[in-house]
């Protein structure tokens, strides 16, 4: 647990103090709750940059903290509303913190996230082990993203932080960096609906449900798509006099190719592309100084992207199905889906179809009113979003593959609750910008502290009682979804993995401990791990019969097996692991189901 929120609090400081600053050299004089996704992103490409220097990936750990001094320093007398945005921003950062903590208290423990749900992270830890080793790995030679895997390797290397509380720390981050995000869309709320609003936005159901299964990067892309829209937003009014204040949004599509490679820009190109059809004038200067930072900061990049085009999970002839069980409802990105696993059809679990459809069509009707007020009210960053996000799921699920096209419904869904809780601003010069930046002669303390400013007109009764209901049910879909997270193993070692050449080419038999087949959904990580071959996994506590025939291979969690197990030879110590061969395999098929690498590669990406 300490470190979980350690590695929280070190990204999120991190994140906030780095972010802020570019926004700072970027013109902006204001606390922008854009700053953190900013950040994060910037994080993740500085610590990739680095982590190679030298063989032991301790260069990130080195300059990340002494970047977040320099840019305490730097921004100390330079930016304004730092106490506002505390005031406003920890009741939603308590608030996302503790339900992004509702899978370890409901498991009790803290572990590799998604564990019997989603077999991936596996696969990320054994490539983080080897990047902090100065080693090559499988998805590194496939121009797998490795951005925040480094952010891990720092905390590791910094902070005596273990892999897999690194990556769950991480992970808790980006939900919590979310809805602080959202609350650039609602600065000039009353309290209240900011916090609620905001929490609704940045864990949506479908992000709530991609952070369950421990998917990191679909958790940080759909943050980092969110804030670029508010970037957009922000260029037009607190930013626009600005000359490089299309930066903030550039430095965003770096970061998204660090967590996302390729696809990740795809996304934030075409809502810039949308949006400057929406505009009337073409600020060219300010677009051709961000298209140069963005270059700059991605042609280091360039040739791992190339070679990520070619990962099985883009084909649209493969499979294509991952850990899914077939096409995923659109419905579901409206937020009101009240399954703990997404990927069930509507009345496959407790709840009946019908409150399904009954959601999703109350949920379609507030998000047509929500696109009526975004037009009226000049919203073109809000929109252009949405329109895009929209088209993007279409043309996965046209061309692609239902993998794919889940991904894009989970990157759309906090933009379809933006777009149904935004409220409606009134002219320009009377409201308060979420940068913090006053028109019309509201300071943004004011507005931040008492929740008051000139930001939209007085919503009527049913209106509110209207947005309330929604963001209940949005608020208990999210929360069902968390409280149904699998959590497994609390550490993790590459020796099972490291065994598969070996253990391929006979039937195995697993005998694990009792607490991490019981406990922490250990089952499934081990076979998993040692995918390829023939696999049956048992506690130890059932050694005691005659050793199962047809198997040559028995694999136990240090100790030696007990009587008549003893009998077997010890062939390798490989971590805290043991492997013991019997010579003469006893005759009779194996027990043990095959464990297909084909059947496995498909929850990869």
């Not at 810039?272 to 051709?288: N, S």
């Not at 069980?325 to 009101?336: E, K, M, N, V, Y």
């Amino acid at each position: 647990m300490i470190g979980t929120y350690a590695a929280v609090v070190a990204v999120c400081v991190a994140s906030s103090t780095i972010g802020q600053a570019a926004l700072a050299l970027s013109g902006v004089r204001h606390w922008s709750w854009i700053s953190p996704a900013v950040g994060l992103g910037l994080v993740c490409a500085i610590c990739w940059a680095t982590v190679r220097i030298g063989d032991n990936g301790v260069a990130p750990a080195i300059l990340v903290p002494v970047l977040t001094i320099a840019a305490a320093i730097y921004l100390r007398g330079r930016v304004k509303g730092g106490g506002a945005a505390v005031r406003a921003g920890a009741p939603v950062a308590l608030c996302a913190l503790l339900a992004a903590s509702l899978p370890f208290a409901v498991e009790g423990h803290f572990g590799i996230l998604g564990t019997g749900f989603n077999p991936d992270m596996s696969q990320h830890l054994l490539a983080t082990d080897r990047l902090a080793e100065g080693h090559g790995s499988q998805l590194l030679h496939q121009g797998y993203p490795l951005g925040p895997h480094s952010v891990v390797v720092a905390l590791n290397k910094g902070l005596g932080i273990g892999l897999v509380q690194g990556f769950t720390g991480v992970t808790v981050a980006a939900a919590v960096i979310a809805p602080l995000t959202a609350l650039a869309a609602f600065a000039d709320q009353p309290k209240w609906r900011r916090t609620a609003a905001a929490l609704v936005v940045g864990l949506a159901y479908l992000v709530a449900s991609y952070y369950a299964q421990g998917a990191f990067k679909e958790v940080t892309q759909a943050l980092l798509v969110l804030a670029f829209v508010l970037a957009l937003r922000e260029s037009t009014r607190t930013w626009n006099h600005l000359t490089l204040r299309f930066v903030p949004a550039a430095l965003l599509a770096i970061g998204s190719v660090y967590v996302y490679s390729f696809p990740g820009p795809i996304w934030l190109g075409a809502i810039l592309l949308v949006w400057l059809a929406f505009e009337r004038k073409f600020p060219v200067r300010p677009l051709f100084l961000a298209l140069v930072v963005f270059l700059v900061g991605t042609l280091p990049e360039l040739g791992r992207m190339v070679d990520f085009h070619n990962f099985e999970t883009f084909d649209p002839n493969g499979p294509g199905l991952g850990n899914l069980f077939g096409q995923i409802s659109p419905f579901t990105a409206l937020g009101i889906w009240p399954s703990g696993d997404f990927r069930l059809a509507p009345g496959d679990g407790a709840v009946p179809a019908l409150i399904y459809y009954l959601g999703a069509a109350f949920a379609s009707v507030l998000l047509l009113l929500g696109i009526r007020r975004v037009w009226r009210g000049h919203e073109r960053g809000v929109l252009s979003g949405l329109i895009a996000v929209a088209a993007l799921y279409a043309a996965a699920r046209i061309g692609g593959t239902p993998y794919t096209a889940a991904k894009a419904l989970e990157i759309a869904a906090p933009l379809v609750a933006l777009t149904i809780l935004l409220p409606r601003n009134r002219r320009a010069g009377q409201f308060v910008s979420s940068a913090g930046g006053a028109v019309g002669g509201t300071a943004p303390e004011d507005a931040l502290a008492t929740g008051g400013g000139g930001g939209s007109p007085a919503a009527t009764g049913p209106a509110v009682a209207t947005l309330v209901l929604f963001m209940c049910a949005a608020t208990l879909c999210s929360l069902l979804a968390l409280g149904n997270a699998p959590v497994g193993p609390t550490s993790y070692s590459p020796a099972l993995t490291n065994l598969r050449p070996l253990l391929a080419t006979s039937s195995t038999f697993v005998l694990a401990p009792d607490q991490l087949l019981a406990d922490e959904h250990g089952t499934p990580y081990i076979a998993w791990e040692l995918r390829g071959g023939r696999v049956c996994i048992e506690p130890e506590n059932a050694a005691g019969g005659t050793p199962p025939t047809g198997v040559r291979f028995f694999v136990t969690s240090g100790s030696p097996p007990r009587a008549p197990f003893s009998q077997l030879r010890r062939l390798r110590l490989a971590g805290p692991y043991a492997v013991w061969e019997r010579r003469g395999v006893v005759g009779g098929p194996s027990p043990c189901p095959l464990i297909a690498v084909r059947q496995a590669r498909q929850a990869e990406g």
